[in-house]
């Protein structure tokens, strides 16, 4: 059976990198005693996989692994177990299963995520220039096409982000925006903030951003229209009944 | 939820590498609310956190002080060198993991010493908390700067720094020195008073009540306490019912990956070998062992508790212990299926070792360590090493046929009456394991063999046979270590054999410290000043900070590593009583001139004087 498990990660476990919550999570699900399926040879590791993993630095209510198990009980006994092993600054938020098929992975299906920034200090200010923020994100978002340099591993390439942006929206100091997430296309929020402070005329470095994710959405798209569905949405909750 | 507070904002701890070293919130670290108890005592390993959350020894003293309701004991570690320098420019002081708050402000603050290259990174963590350097210039604004393990049984090169030493075993005496602090602190007793009554603890060493005197070729002349009320002589303190000292049964579990990430079962302290180079094996005698209802129980308590994927026996000879079949069965049957590996260093190969291993790692990609130490039968004599060839070759055909194909072997260059033969000898050890492997029938062997050999210099170390010794200078480390190499290179099987050394001037350094004198503390502190950090760290070790130090404060570097000890001579560690007596060890190198073996404790006991403790091996075929 296979199980998606949301979390949130706040506080100062923001500094916490990837691989080393991976391993946090497959310890605290030893705690748990969950008995999850274990792939083969010497040395057997569980078989779980993050949907979109979040840099260090960042803080957010929507991660998502999915997690294959030998034997589950109810989602909220789960939920429960889990969060009986999680340290401050983490949160299991459900625990629901999904279908076993590649094509059902959170990682697979992962196409835009919603994010909070704000910004530090006196980096923009309110009265930007004369013009308010919230109109300057008007002008900025009428754009056409934005043009951003993007660090690649293989040098910088100019990229258009004007399609990849599906919201922006500013109030009481807080962007609030859906982009692009994913394997292909993959936008980052600072690069976002990064390209608006640009064409305001100052500049934010991504130390300046206090980021937050809020959700992460398959995009199950009906006649030509974006329809984003949170990952977690697509499980089911496992009933009472199987708990003994 | 009220947010956790950390003592760096976002726009440090997103500057330096690893911000999670410096974040604490891992499982299993103790919150208290500060109000609540009376002693607040920061514990510090003196290098970088994934060293330092591999020690068993601050897990075990973490959870025992925690226990007591007064106190709230706390980590910190050596910030590496990025934030060093952020710390320093900022002004921020130096601060614990669990709470947060600035060292300085703690009661105490113990320091663990695991090995001599860490001495300059003690000063890094006294100069950035904030307290004076030198111990006489602390006042109640400081914590009480208290030392303890394995370099404590030699802590004059850094008695200047610090203001106690804990000298033994930690789960001892720490309560009576709580209880002892708390009525300081009731009475209002002035820093001396304190210090005056801790010297009349057991175990308790308090530097700044002991004078000495040297003679005119620099050794020691008469080293004394400096009134009728303080000891002469301080006893190690030990466990002497090992089976029921406190464990921690949730040790920290880090979100970093620690350099060993693992849970940890210590099986028994001590070791019946005498190998004659090995602190250790002196310093903790004598073997007191755990039962194995206590490990059994130990072990699931852990495993549960932590979480971890892997869990290791730890010991300095793993073999020796009585019940090691039961132990690995039961870890097998409760390990293997829940997919949790056992990792089992330090086991002689034999049959019953290369079964259980042969279970629970990968043949065809794992090696198998072999610890000759010397090359030849001789001078594994000499070192009282009872591992003789034949007991290394039949291993190795037994590994060989079971499917391994890597073999390591570890050896000592620079030993006591070493000779040319001797670091040839090493080559030829090599040979002799790659023909068993050759004499195997093509078929069934498992493709190519290799053969690494790996040797490291020899420092001598106080309490052990080769206290007296002269060490190797750098240039005679490194001509064996090119004699053993050209041999090797004319070996038959040359192609199949890998030959590697270590750093010589790094050893050298070891040895200085090792053996060095309360004079010493001046170099030690210039060499900080010129920029000496993170020694241990091959990179990062400056040779020229330590020359220009040593030279700094006049001393000569070779008067403590390359000079050879008269037998009436004064040590600076003299005055510490481990048990074993200073007449065996001098009994020890004789025999170690006549290359002549000593049995090991379970054999026939040799009479070191461990047997004053009243526990442990020296007791058992009494029972």
Known sequence: MRVRIKFSKNGSMKYIGHLDVMRYFQKALRRADFHTSLSGGFSPHMIMSFAAPLGVGLTSDAEYFDLDLEEAKS??????????????????????????????????????????????????????????????????LAQKEIFVTKKTKKGEREIDIRPLIYSLSYSDGTFSMTISQGSSNNLKPELVIGAFAAFAGVSAEKSDMMIHRKELFADRTENGTHHFVPLDELGTDIKEGIDS | MKERKTALGADVLLRVEKPERYIGNEINSVMKNPEDVNIRFAFAFPDLYEI????????????????????????????????????REEHIPLFTLESQDPVRAFDFLGITIQYEMCYTNILQILDLSGIPLHAEDRTWDDPIVIGGGPCTYNPEPIADFFDLFYIGEGETRYD????????????????????????HLPGIYVPSLYQVTYREDGTIDEFRPVADDIPATIKKQIVTDFDRVTYPEAPVVPYLKATQDRVVLEVQRGCIRGCRFCQAGMVYRPLREKSLETLKKDAEALLKNTGYEEISLSSLSTSDYTELKELVNFLIERCTKRGINISLPSLRIDAFSLDVMSKVQDVKKSSLTFAPEAGTQRMRDVINKGLTEDVILKGAGEAFRGGWKKVKLYFMLGLPFETEEDAKGIAHLCQKVADVYFDIPKEERNGKCSITASCSFFVPKPFTPFQWAPMDRAEDFLDK???????????????????????????????????????LCAAVESAYRNGAIFDAWTERFSKDAWDRAFAENGIDPAFYAHRERSADETFPWDFIDIGVSKSFLQREWMNAAAASVTPNCREKCSGCGAKVFGGGVCYESQN
């Open chain 2, 176 to 199: 009576d020195l709580f209880d002892l602090y708390r009525i300081c602190k009731k009475e209002g007793w002035t820093r001396k008073r304190f210090l005056r009554e801790a010297s």
């Open chain 1, 75 to 140: 989602s909220s006994r789960m939920a429960e177990e889990l969060n009986r092993q999680m340290a401050p600054g983490f949160r299991v938020l459900s625990v629901r299963e999904i279908p076993s098929d590649k094509g059902s992975k959170g990682m697979t299906l992962v196409a835009a995520a919603e994010y909070e920034v704000r910004l530090r200090g006196s980096v923009l200010p309110e009265d930007c220039g004369g013009t308010r923020i919230s109109e300057l994100l008007g002008l900025f």
């Open chain 2, 481 to 519: 270590a090119h004699i053993a190499k050209d041999e090797v290179r004319t070996m038959e099987n040359q192609s199949c054999i890998r030959f590697t050394y270590h750093e010589a001037s790094v050893s050298v350094l070891e040895g200085v410290l090792a053996r060095g004198d309360r004079k």
């Open chain 2, 52 to 87: 330092g959350m591999s020690h068993l020894g601050i897990q075990i003293l973490y959870d025992m002080f925690n226990r007591r309701d007064d106190v709230w004991c706390e980590r910190v570690y050596s910030p590496w060198p990025d934030l060093d320098r952020i710390l």
